[in-house]
């Protein structure tokens, strides 16, 4: 059995949709109960249709880009374990990232499903559901004292906890894009990768233009879609950039 037969088998897909089908009915469950307790309040069905309205209009941008990074990770761990990991939880940068270090730290020198035995999907999504397990646990016990410590933070300054916050997103930033673009060579122990700078740098514009447009003319939908739209961007610069530079 190859990498590709293991992501694709029906035993992959029964696994996977159980899981989706598992969340799904506790949304239908809260759903549900959140409907009830609406019409106990006195929520005519008027106003709740224009909440669902509402909504699935504000969803969707966001919706969009959960959809656009999926297609970039089926293509390596196949649609059923991204549609279970990305409907669950879970994010397509890291989830690639993780699976980069287990196939290295194992001895495989790329994530190649074409080159993989069918035993690295197994070593991946153990990988990955402990790491993504990992995070809920310790936001299980952390994250009261973290948000509370913040609320406090942020009674007595402001700004220093919105610089706080701008420097741990950065650093999520640059711990994403920082293995694609900071490479460990073979003749040189590191270099620059000239075609993922690119992407990164067109994205960058993207979204600073879209920010600018959005600011200008109040534009409250490119607000909604910026960061889909950047996704596209960046996704189709890196089509462009990877055949047609050498």
């Not at 506790?26 to 929520?43: D, E, M, P, Q, T």
């Not at 894009?177 to 994205?203: A, C, E, H, N, R």
Request: charged share 10%; hydrophobic share 50%.
């Amino acid at each position: 059995m190859t990498f590709r037969d293991a992501i694709n088998s029906p035993q992959t897909f029964l696994f996977c949709g159980l899981g989706v089908l598992l969340v799904t009915l506790i949304i239908l469950y809260y759903l549900v109960f959140s409907i009830k307790h609406a019409k106990a309040l006195g929520v005519t069905n008027q106003e709740l249709m224009t909440v669902v309205k509402t909504t699935i209009s504000v969803s969707f941008g966001p919706a969009l880009s959960i959809l656009v990074p999926l297609f970039a990770l089926i293509s390596v761990l196949g649609s059923a374990w991204s549609w279970l990991r990305l409907s669950v939880i879970g994010s397509a940068a890291m989830e690639l990232i993780v699976a980069n270090m287990a196939i290295l730290a194992d001895g495989y020198t790329e994530l190649l499903p074409d080159v993989l035995p069918a035993e690295a999907f197994g070593l991946l999504t153990l990988s990955i559901s402990i790491g993504v397990c990992a995070g809920t646990v310790l936001n299980l016990f952390c994250n009261k004292f973290y948000s509370q410590s913040f609320q406090k933070l942020r009674q007595k300054n402001s700004s220093i906890t919105k610089q706080i916050t701008d420097v741990l997103f950065s650093g999520l930033i640059i711990g994403v894009i920082g293995p694609g673009i900071f490479k460990l060579g073979t003749d040189v122990p590191f270099y620059i990768d000239f075609k993922y700078t690119l992407v990164f740098l067109t994205s960058l514009c993207s979204v600073g233009v879209l920010g600018i447009l959005a600011k200008k003319y109040n534009l409250k939908a490119l607000i909604n879609y910026g960061f889909s739209i950047s996704l596209l961007i960046g996704m189709g610069s890196a089509i462009v950039y990877f055949n047609i530079i050498p």
